[in-house]
């Protein structure tokens, strides 16, 4: 009987492990596949029937030097000359725009939410459980009703077409969460560490600093990888604030491969591929950082 169970576990896991994957993996495959063969129907002759190519991820690399036909392949060669419109030269700066935005985000979170929370748990003032219910009452509005709001207000501060304004857009939405999450956190330190620190003669901000932080890492950590991977992935305020090419976050310029005509499935792979990089390469240098065992090592003055 617990043998059964455990094959039906592992049925459950396998199925959604696939579920997860296979999209990531189609992606990827999609990538190395000329445009002819990927739109050919799955399973058929033409698969691959000239090999995997490398063509789109050239093209992608070396198309601000000018280079336009990396292939001496006639389809492939047919098939770059379309890409043109899509503007593939300006995609190394648009990545660039997403992690500047992506990162500011997470570092300006991972300060505020932390002291906003610990300002929430650690201190008695007036009007403490009416700020914190408007700031998570705040985050229950959909999207949507601020985006033509948030527009107006960037344009009366000209910062349409500004990364500045989607990294302040990015904030205001992400940071409700954190301190949300921030607060259910500190709840859980115990209060006679920091009570210890003071007593020793820490100051609050080194008591915040040197005990709070530290003992907090692993959900300053969640949070600063929350808010990261939200404002990589955001969409409908950068394509609202951002319309300008040079300024494009990567979700805008993808969209954009989805011209009115044709949808250049091979390059948005390759496309796609590249972009999970920075967010892989996010998770794995958090993850570095998590330590579980962070309550046994609290300092003490």
């Known amino acids: 009987m617990m043998r059964i169970r455990y094959l039906i576990s592992y049925i459950v896991i ?11 993996a189609f992606c990827i495959i999609g990538s190395i596949m000329p445009e002819t063969e990927l739109r050919s129907p799955p399973g058929s002759k033409l698969w691959f029937a000239r090999g995997p190519t490398t063509v789109y991820y050239q093209y992608v ?10 292939s001496q392949d006639p ?10 419109i899509l503007n593939i ?26 002291l906003a929370a610990f300002a929430f748990t650690r201190f008695n003032f007036k009007g403490r459980t009416s700020l914190f219910t408007f700031v998570l009452i705040s985050r229950l509005l959909p ?24 990294i302040l857009v990015h904030i205001v939405l992400s940071l409700p969460f954190s301190i949300w999450y921030l607060v259910l956190y500190y709840r859980t330190i115990p209060i ?6 003071r007593v020793d003669g820490a100051s609050l901000w ?5 005990i709070t932080m530290p003992v907090a890492g692993t959900g300053l950590i969640a949070i600063a990888l929350f808010s990261f991977l939200t404002s990589y ?5 950068a394509h609202f604030l951002l319309g300008r090419i040079d300024v494009q976050t990567v979700p805008v310029f993808v969209a954009s491969m989805a011209t009115a005509t044709d949808v250049y499935w091979a390059m948005m792979y390759s496309i796609l591929t590249l972009t999970m990089l920075p967010m892989i390469a996010a998770v794995l240098l958090i993850l570095r950082f998590i330590n579980i065992s962070q309550l046994a090592g609290a300092m003490k003055f």
């Open 89 to 114: 030269a300006y995609f190394g700066r648009i990545l660039l725009n997403s992690v500047v935005v992506a990162s500011a985000v997470a570092v300006t979170n991972f300060f505020l939410a932390s």
């Open 206 to 210: 080194q008591t915040i600093r040197y």
């Open 143 to 166: 999207p949507v009703v601020l985006a033509v709001p948030y527009y107006v207000l960037m344009q009366i501060l000209g910062l349409v077409n500004n990364l500045a304004s989607i």
């Open 14 to 24: 396998a199925v959604f492990l696939l579920y997860l994957f296979l999209p990531i």
């Open 61 to 70: 690399f070396l198309a601000p030097f000018g280079f336009e036909f990396p």
């Open 233 to 237: 992935n955001e969409f409908l305020f």
């Open 192 to 197: 006679e560490i920091e009570e210890a620190s």
């Open 75 to 84: 389809y492939i060669r047919y098939e770059i000359r379309s890409l043109v």
